[in-house]
Every structure is written in C-alpha cells, then in structure tokens.
C-alpha cells in the first residue's frame, strides 16, 4: 500500500474555477478526498451591509454570473412582502421568462465543459454555438449579456414590447432543434456513455440525508423543485407550473441527461410565458419603497438548485444579508463520492454536479493564519452510505 | 516574436464573480474566434504569453496569483478585465480582498465593464501586443 496524495488546483486546466482538490490515491484509485476552498471569497454579504435596498438588489446580481436574475428574484421574493407593493402580473412574466433563458444558457454553458472536460472540443464549440444565441436574446431584452439585471423592487426597468417577444420566439426556434441534436450527441455518444454511466453514484438516501438541491438531487430520484413544491411569483399560475425532470440513476449520466432534459421543459415555460404577456402594457413607475418588519426570506430555485436569501432590514438598509447558494449544498458530497473512483474520472465527477465556485464562497475558516481543510469525516461523522 | 504572431492565454479567477470568467471563454468560441490570430487558451501559465486575471485579489489568493505570475515566461503580459479587477468595484473595501490586481502585480492593459464584451477583451488582449516592448 504506497498512498500518494495528488493535488489538483487552485489553478488546473480541469477547473474553470480556484479550488483546491487533494486526493490521497493508492495507485490510480481515490482513497479519501479532501477539498479546500476560499479562494473567490469576496465578502459579498458584509459589503451589502448598510445599503439602500435598491443598491443591495444590484449587489446581490453580482453574487454570481452565470444566475444573476435567480439571485435578484430570491432577494425581491424576501423583500417585496415587507413593502407591500402590488406587483403587476407583466412584471412577474418578464421575471420568468429571463430567469428560464438563464437556465438554459446555463445548462448549455454547463455541457460545452463538460465536453471539454473529456476532450470533445468539437462538441464545446457546438454548445457555445447556441449559447450565444440565448445570450444575444438577452441583449435584447435587458441590453446587457451576462449580469442583466432587469428588475426594480416591484417593477421592472423597461417593458418587453412586441419586437422583443417577437424576437424571443424566433432564436428558440431556431437553436430547438440544434439543442436536439446535442442531446442525441450526448445520449448516444460511446465516449461519453463509457465515462459517465456508474461512475460518481449518489444514492436516493445519501442525497436526502446531505440535502442536495436541484438537479444533483433530482437525477438521484428525489422530488424537490422549488418551483413546483413552493411556487413563486408567475410560477403560481396555472399554465406556468412546472413538471420537474426525474432520474433514478445518481450517477454523472443521469445528471447529464437531467440537464439536457430540463433545457426544453424550460422553453415550454418561455414561449407559454411570451403568449400570455400582453405586449403593450407598460411597466409602473418606479416609487419609493418603505420596508416594514425586521427581516424575510426568499427563495428560488436557480439552475442549480434551491438559492436562499435571508434579509433582515433596518431603517430600510440592508442590517444583514445572508445567501445560501445551491453549490454550497452539493459540493460537500464531492469528499464522498469521489472515494473509490479512478483519478481520470475525476474531471467528470467535479462537473456532473455543475459546481458554481465564485457563487458559494460564504465562509472560509482560517485560524492562526493557516486555513483548515473540510474532510469526509468531518463533514459526515463516520456515516456509511451504500 | 512569438507574442505577436501566434500569443498564447492563460487565465486566473482571483476572486470574480465568473461573469468575466465567462466572457473570456467566450472569446473562444465559434462566434468571436479569437483563434484567428494565432491565439491559443492555455492551462498552464507556464505555457502562456498572456495571463488575463479576473476579480478582485482576496488575501487567499494573493500568494497563487504572485506565484501564477513568476511561472510566466518574458516578456509577461498582464491583462486585468471587468471592473473589480481594475479597481475593486462593488467589493472595494472588503475585509477579505488584498487590493485590485494592480497592487499585487503589474498590469499592461485594463479593460473595463462588468463585464466586459468579448469584443473589447479582444481589444484589449490586441493592445497589448502592439506595445513598445513586443516590437
């Protein structure tokens, strides 16, 4: 028994983002897994403290850039109540129909590295091919790529006119049957079925007792959507409800599919949304807002899971913020699954669960300067999973 | 020579928010293509001619930027994109960073925005090979 232990990180080229991987392996094979983050910690919690509300709703956006509208609707979901503002029915149509091109163009995004990860850069191109497309409906819409940031607390900046939904229609038309494609490329390619059926298994138990979220949780069988179990703004209506995608596989595979899945259930929602929005309503003005009471919460669920924002208000500035972003909830069984799996799977294994690293760093604890590592046995006290 | 007819790009996340980190990436891609001019993402900085680093520098941080930076071979180019890096933006003053990239290394070109658009990191990434130095 020679046990090594192999670093990989902060920087890596199998890591789009900092974070410190060390794998104690004997041989090939992982025997225990630590990880080590911190390194995109910026604090954005404490700089939101003291802010007007209307600035803290832009400095939320900036908590992540790939789900910068999911971050903007947990926080309007926490804070709209406590104002007691009538929000009009366009608005919270317009909300939607941003946030679920966001988990489109995040889930392409998501499948361009994987395929890079594994060495399909042909297959990278295509997605980000249509990526940009989702991206260029947001610079219609919002006037900005990727921190669009179209929302007022009860209101929204500009009002999507006929052109706009027109447009809309038009670029889903024209990357469905692309993103068809793909999702064949995936589903029946001999590379990617070899590397990722049974490897990086979550089993529905291990899934319920770490309490994943969002499609990590789903691809393993549990049923939990935030917009179907706790419907918010336009997701209450009836022709908007959502039908989440479920698998019962828990391995890389089934997370793959997953998302390649979620993508057009996302686009039912899009173009049902474009249909019942009345193109010649204007937005409202708007108004300045008093918040009462002391503190809320809200929550989406983002492409990556369910985003929890808790506010607590004084003199209608931000006293503290807190985010819990769903990489937070699913990068923790990274330790657990990777024990057992072959080092070459672990590029894989990292970007199945879709890790979102500038978006989670809340805490990092450092005592006497040195930083402390979270391991298996710590995060789970010795507990087995089968 | 070589840094101007076919320059090579590494990439570091100091501590941004990946909305750059995603406008980089998407310099790569079919659309902006910047493999046209000889530009190539690297992994390693190592093998770079380029580094573009994103993001506010945070004390963790701090030491694997400087030594990402000494791995880089002459004549090094540094190109700080979005507005944290460049100044510190939205996290100006935050208990955790250690200053913009500038206070930590030296940087060639600022490109600015949150983010930016491909197009101007594109620009900037072109200006920096038209400096005095790569003549």
Not at chain 1, 12 to 30: A, M, N, Q, T
Not at chain 1, 96 to 117: K, N, Y
Not at chain 1, 213 to 238: C, E, F, H, L, W
Request: overall charge positive.
């Amino acid at each position: 028994m020679h046990e090594k232990i192999f670093p990989i990180g902060p920087q890596h080229p199998s890591l789009k983002e900092p974070i410190f991987l060390k794998l104690h392996v004997d041989g090939s094979y992982i025997t225990k897994a630590e990880f080590n983050l911190g390194y995109t910690h910026r604090g954005v919690e404490k700089c939101a403290e003291g802010y007007l509300l209307d600035t803290a709703l832009h400095a939320v956006q900036r908590t992540c850039g790939i789900c910068s509208q999911c971050h903007s609707m947990a926080f309007l979901n926490a804070v709209e109540p406590m104002t007691g503002v009538q929000v009009p029915e366009k608005v919270y149509l317009q909300r939607l129909i941003t946030a679920e091109l966001e988990r489109i163009h995040s889930h392409l995004l998501w499948g361009g590295v994987m395929a890079h990860e594994i060495g399909l850069e042909t297959l990278f191109m295509y997605y980000w091919r249509e990526r940009e497309h989702i991206l260029d409906i947001f610079d219609e819409l919002t006037g900005n790529r990727v921190h669009h940031s179209p929302d007022l607390i009860g209101t929204a900046k500009r009002s999507f006119n006929k052109e706009n939904l027109q447009m809309v229609l038009e670029k889903l038309d024209l990357v469905e049957p692309e993103i068809k494609e793909l999702r064949n490329v995936m589903e029946n390619h001999d590379v990617i079925t070899s590397r990722f059926k049974k490897h990086g298994n979550i089993p529905k138990k291990m899934a319920e007792d770490l309490d994943l979220v969002g499609p990590t949780a789903r691809a393993s069988g549990v049923n939990y959507d935030v917009r179907q179990n706790a419907p918010y703004m336009a997701y209450g209506i009836k022709e908007l409800k959502v039908k989440p995608v479920i698998r019962s596989e828990g391995d890389s595979w089934g997370r793959t599919m997953i998302r390649c899945d979620e993508i057009f259930e996302s686009m039912r929602l899009v173009r049902k949304a474009c249909e019942m929005i009345d193109p010649n309503e204007e937005v409202p003005k708007k108004k300045n807002l008093i918040a009462k009471g002391d503190f809320s919460r809200g929550r989406t669920e983002a492409p990556r899971g369910e985003n929890f924002h808790f506010v607590a208000i004084e003199n209608n500035r931000i006293k503290r913020l807190k985010l819990r972003t769903p990489t937070l909830a699913n990068v923790i069984s990274y330790a657990r699954i990777m024990e057992g799996e072959d080092i070459t799977d672990v590029p894989v294994i990292v970007m199945s669960l879709d890790p979102c690293i500038s978006c989670m760093e809340r805490v990092a604890v450092i005592r006497n300067g040195k930083q402390e590592n979270w391991t298996s046995h710590e995060l789970f006290e010795g507990k087995k999973y089968d | 020579m070589s840094i101007k007819k076919s320059p090579w790009i590494s990439f570091f996340n100091a501590g941004g928010c990946n909305g750059c980190t995603l406008e980089c990436f998407a310099c790569f891609n079919p659309r902006y293509d910047v493999t046209r001019f000889g530009m190539e993402l690297k992994a390693s900085a190592k093998h770079a001619d380029i580094l573009l680093v994103t993001g506010i520098v945070n004390n963790h941080n701090k030491k694997r930027l400087l030594n990402i930076y000494e791995q880089l071979p002459e004549p090094k180019r540094v190109v700080a994109i979005g507005a944290c890096a460049i100044t510190g933006g939205l996290y100006k003053g935050s208990y955790s960073q250690a200053g913009p990239v500038d206070k930590v290394i030296p940087v060639d070109v600022y490109v600015a925005g949150c983010p930016p658009r491909p197009e101007s990191i594109i620009d900037g990434i072109r200006k920096c090979l038209n400096d005095k130095r790569s003549r």
